[in-house]
């Protein structure tokens, strides 16, 4: 086990432990090799826990336990929610419900952090300001205020020495994970410290605010088309990386029904403004609210939508999402190879059991069999895909997880607000546009043309693979210098004179056989001179080429 830097840091980790302990989790203690000499403190922390918590399954009292760890535990748990290649479903469904539970942070406190961001005091910046919170987690509160040019916003404000608790937790966190890592082969598989690197990064952006006032600014750029959609304006003037200012935005949560039915709302139609908004996000931009819960949403009269909180965003390459639109395109024509295919590309160069793999796609792309588009079902697709990679030790993409957990998500949402809710329905116009485009005597063409002029590319380059490259864990031809392509071009131009050669030769010898039965002129051996001398030449020809060929496979054969 590694040194923990500090007494801090070992503080920390008893109390980790003990709540870990308390729930009824020992591994981290049997990684540690305390397990002999904490039975009798286990017993003992579970005396104060309710028996009804005891009796509860694994997943349950995992979720209870990362909320009392704290704000990096939970946000940690909030990321192996999306992970459906990792844990099995009834983990996942305990995972998203974690709750970050904080006590509101006296306004006094939050003053000097404010205008430290600000640079200025509050009362310069804002007419009035609310000191009650409107909303508060482990890592900020949130507060309305007043412009002076009377405009309504939020402050979402970064709590104070949240970031030195955070890292003291990370720090930790990547020490645990090298030790499960080193000790266990079971958790090496799944690459435990390749995991806490994203979330890592996951977080301490999430922590940065300007990040998300930025997915804000990005989010409503790419949906200024659609009407029916809001994201609030950002007040950069005021933003920095632990203060962000945007507008406050009145309307109804998509989570009140009771609400949206006395307004007179039509929730079928914003169920459906819904799904259509991040399939459009997901399929058309690449880049998608990875978190589009009922919270999330804001209903504004005409049946309109507002979206907030833009810390969890997921992104989709041109690559990944044209894997995706070939993966339904399998399960819809039934083609398991294919499928199969998209599914090594995922494993990222992992090795992959192709002819087990293919078998269990195949077996699973029969369950969706004559299913029409508008009925497909993707999450249970998805979910199915993953489970399939953990069977062979794959994890998914980490886009896909986050586009597995939105679908989820986003399903949820419409069925609240719309119990006949079907979440392919909103996206099956544009996936067919998708597909249209793609498959397109346009889009061929143009593929045609690019995959030409690469292949010539390849040619020339020797830095390139002639054929390919060697991504997606797929073995393709090495590349060719241009000197050995002249080689072979010569060789071949070569072996196709002397075929034309051979070819004359042959229709000569013809020739001098019948010149040799001309009745006129000078004769030696009852044959005539002219036939007899083109004979001559043209076996003295045929020698010559048959020397020239045995000379030049004796060259190649040394």
């Known amino acids: 086990?590694?040194?923990?830097?500090?007494?801090?840091?070992?503080?920390?980790?008893?109390?980790?432990?003990?709540?870990?302990?308390?729930?009824?989790?020992?591994?981290?203690?049997?990684?540690?090799g305390l397990q002999g000499t904490t039975r009798w403190l286990e017993r003992w922390l579970q005396r104060n826990l309710p028996a009804e918590v005891r009796r509860q399954p694994p997943e349950v009292r995992a979720r209870l336990a990362l909320e009392e760890m704290g704000p990096t535990f939970i946000k940690f748990g909030q990321i192996l929610a999306t992970r459906v290649d990792l844990l099995p479903p009834e983990w996942i469904?305990?995972?998203?419900?974690?709750?970050?539970?904080?006590?509101?942070?006296?306004?006094?406190?939050?003053?000097?952090?404010?205008?430290?961001?600000?640079?200025?005091?509050?009362?310069?910046?804002?007419?009035?300001?609310?000191?009650?919170?409107?909303?508060?987690?482990?890592?900020?509160?949130?507060?309305?205020?007043v412009t002076h040019a009377g405009e309504e916003v939020v402050l979402k404000i970064r709590k104070p020495d949240i970031e030195q608790v955070i890292q003291a937790d990370l720090r930790l966190m990547r020490q645990l994970a090298e030790i499960a890592e080193a000790q266990s082969p079971d958790m090496r598989k799944y690459r435990p410290v390749?995991?806490?690197?994203?979330?890592?990064?996951?977080?301490?952006?999430?922590?940065?605010?300007?990040?998300?006032a930025r997915n804000a600014d990005r989010m409503r750029e790419n949906l200024r088309g659609l009407d029916f959609i809001k994201v609030p304006k950002i007040y950069w003037e005021w933003t920095s990386e632990d203060l962000n200012v945007q507008e406050y935005i009145r309307g109804i949560s998509a989570k009140k029904i009771d609400e949206l039915d006395a307004a007179g709302m039509d929730r079928k139609q914003i169920a459906r403004r819904g799904a259509r908004v991040v399939w459009k996000m997901m399929l058309e931009d690449g880049f998608f609210h990875a978190d589009p819960h009922p919270g999330n949403f804001i209903i504004l009269p005409g049946n309109r939508i507002a979206m907030l909180d833009f810390g969890m965003v997921?992104?989709?390459?041109?690559?990944?999402?044209?894997?995706?639109?070939?993966?339904?395109?399998?399960?819809?024509?039934?083609?398991?190879?294919?499928a199969t295919m998209v599914l090594v590309e995922w494993a990222g160069g992992r090795f992959v059991n192709r002819e087990a793999l293919n078998g269990e796609v195949a077996n699973l792309l029969e369950h969706f069999d004559g299913v029409p588009l508008e009925s497909l079902d993707i999450s249970g697709l998805l979910n199915d895909v993953a489970s399939i990679l953990r069977n062979h030790s794959v994890r998914l993409p980490s886009d896909i997880t986050l586009l597995v957990k939105a679908c989820i998500t986003l399903e949820g949402f419409g069925r609240l607000i719309d119990p006949q809710f079907q979440l392919m329905e909103a996206a099956a116009p544009l996936l067919k546009k998708t597909m249209i485009s793609r498959y397109g005597p346009k889009m061929l063409a143009k593929s045609f043309r690019v995959r030409a002029l690469d292949a010539v590319e390849r040619i020339y380059n020797p830095s390139s693979p002639l054929f390919g490259s060697s991504t997606h864990g797929v073995a393709t031809a090495p590349a060719m210098d241009p000197g050995?392509?002249?080689?072979?071009?010569?060789?071949?131009?070569?072996?196709?004179?002397?075929q034309s050669r051979?070819?004359?030769?042959?229709?000569?010898?013809?020739?001098?056989?019948?010149?040799?039965?001309?009745?006129?002129?000078p004769h030696f051996l009852g044959l005539h001179v002219i036939g007899l001398l083109s004979?001559?030449?043209?076996?003295?020809?045929?020698?010559?080429?048959?020397?020239?060929?045995?000379?030049?496979?004796?060259?190649?054969?040394?």
């Open 1 to 32: 086990m590694s040194v923990f830097i500090g007494t801090r840091e070992l503080r920390r980790l008893r109390e980790l432990i003990s709540i870990l302990l308390r729930y009824g989790f020992d591994d981290l203690v049997q990684w540690l």
């Open 93 to 145: 469904a305990q995972l998203a419900e974690l709750q970050d539970h904080a006590t509101a942070i006296p306004f006094a406190q939050l003053r000097g952090p404010i205008e430290k961001s600000l640079g200025a005091r509050i009362s310069d910046c804002f007419r009035e300001i609310d000191e009650k919170p409107v909303g508060t987690a482990s890592m900020a509160q949130v507060h309305r205020a």
């Open 194 to 212: 390749e995991i806490m690197q994203e979330f890592e990064r996951s977080l301490l952006r999430e922590l940065d605010f300007s990040v998300e």
């Open 314 to 338: 997921g992104r989709l390459t041109a690559t990944r999402r044209d894997q995706l639109i070939r993966l339904i395109r399998c399960v819809l024509m039934q083609e398991p190879e294919s």
């Open 484 to 498: 050995e392509v002249e080689k072979m071009v010569n060789r071949l131009e070569k072996a196709s004179h002397r």
């Open 502 to 521: 051979a070819i004359l030769l042959a229709s000569l010898y013809i020739v001098s056989g019948l010149l040799t039965q001309l009745p006129g002129g």
């Open 535 to 558: 004979l001559l030449g043209c076996t003295v020809n045929g020698l010559w080429v048959l020397v020239n060929i045995w000379w030049t496979e004796r060259g190649h054969r040394s």
